[in-house]
Structures are given as C-alpha cells and as structure tokens.
C-alpha cells in the first residue's frame, strides 16, 4: 500500500514522543527506514540511523542515552545486547522474509516446488525471533514491541509468526 510507510512512521513518531525515545525501530528495507527515521527528526528525540556512523558507536551511544531512537535494518536484528532501560520499545515494519527477487531464492524455487514453507517461512520466523530479542536481554527487562505487519493476523502463516514468539499479551489496537 502506498501508504503504509507514512501511516507507518505517524504512529512511530507518536511513540518517540511519549516514550521520549528508548526505542529500536528494525527495518526490512533501506527505503523504508530512511523516510520513517526522516519524518521521526521532528519530534524532538535524536535519532540514530545505521550507516551514519559504524554500528558499535551507535550501539554504544544508544546505550548510554535513554532519550534516543535507533533507526536500523538486517545487521541489528541479531547480534545486539542493549539490556535496561535504553530499549523499552522495539518496532518492526514488515515480517522479514527474504526478498522475492533474491537469487538463492529463485535457485529454490526451481529445485522445491514448497520453497516458501520450506525455507522462506521458517528464515522468516527465525529472523522475527532474532529480532523480537533485542528487547528482553535480561529476567528484569520489559517493554513492548510494535509490529507494523498486518499479515500476523490476516494471512495463514501469521499464526507461525506469533506461536514462534515467547508468551504475552498480544494486542492489535496501538493504544
């Protein structure tokens, strides 16, 4: 939908302001973080943007102020330990399955008629976990992650998604 990304980035800008940042925002596209972390400027919490500066200062300097937000994409959906207060909303734009235009996929797809069950679904629930736990890093940690994806519970396949992540509650209205 051509509006998704600038719904999108209105309610991620309503969450900066009331959490004054402390907020992870992963993306599955360049695209899409460079308009949302552009349209975020406007609401008074400095924002970090991968490839600004090299990903251990920005996880460094993410870490160290609770009043800023990191704009991210693949690289930072594993790998990443911010525990505390520092991250206490995590936002994922989209489910994130490999690109249909990827070459390893199109080898798959000739070789395995089931391709999307096979490899692109499970890659896809292994990916959301990864990236769900930035959040909780330790027993005392809490907050919430947003996911913008409406195809958790529109298509067949969200139920995976959601069974794949730990327990609690799950909402689907952003207030």
Known sequence: DPGFVGEMSGHINRILKTLGGRTMCLFTSYRNLAACAAAAESTGVKILRQGDKPRSKLLKEFRKDKGMALFATASFWQGVDIPGEALSCLIIDKL????????????????????????????????????????????????????????????????????????????????
């Not at 249909?100 to 096979?118: G, M, S």
């Not at 990916?127 to 996911?147: K, P, W």
């Open 96 to 175: 994130p399955f490999i690109p249909p235009d990827d070459p390893l996929l199109d080898a798959l797809q000739e070789r395995d008629p089931k391709t999307f069950q096979n490899y692109s679904l499970p890659k896809a629930v292994l990916a959301l976990r990864q990236g769900f736990g930035r959040l909780i890093r330790t027993q005392t940690d809490r907050g919430v992650v947003v996911i913008f994806d409406n195809r958790l519970f529109a298509s067949s396949y969200g139920r995976e998604f959601l069974a794949s992540l730990p327990e609690c509650p799950v909402h689907r209205d952003l207030e």
